[in-house]
C-alpha cells in the first residue's frame, strides 16, 4: 500500500479535527482511525506540529527545504576548498 504524503496544512488540520474529537469524549485511538491515521502518526505530528498554526507549519517546512539546500551547498564549497588546498600545495 503506498503512503500518502500530507501537506503541513492538512496535517494541523487533522490535528485539530482528532484534538476537537478527543474533546468531545472520542478515545484517542478511534479519532485518529476515524481520520485516517494511526495513532503513532498523531502523536509524532502533534510532538511536531502541535500549537502551530497553518501558516506557521507551512513556513516552517519552507525553512527545513531551505536549511537542506544551504547545507548541501556548503558541504559541497568546503570539499571544493580542500581539493584547492591540496592542488595549492602539492600534494596531488
Not at 484517542?28 to 503513532?40: H, K, L, M, W
Request: hydrophobic fraction near 35%; aromatic fraction near 6%.
Amino acid at each position: 500500500m503506498a503512503r500518502k504524503r500530507y501537506t503541513p496544512e492538512q496535517v494541523v488540520n487533522l490535528l485539530r479535527q482528532i484534538e476537537v474529537a478527543v474533546a468531545n469524549g472520542k478515545p484517542t485511538d478511534q479519532a485518529c482511525r476515524d481520520a485516517g491515521i494511526v495513532e503513532q502518526t498523531y502523536y509524532r505530528w502533534r510532538r511536531e506540529y502541535g500549537g502551530m498554526k497553518v501558516d506557521q507549519a507551512r513556513r516552517l517546512k519552507e525553512l527545513e527545504q531551505e536549511n537542506t539546500k544551504l547545507k548541501r551547498l556548503v558541504s559541497e564549497l568546503s570539499l571544493e576548498k580542500l581539493v584547492l588546498k591540496d592542488i595549492a600545495s602539492g600534494n596531488f
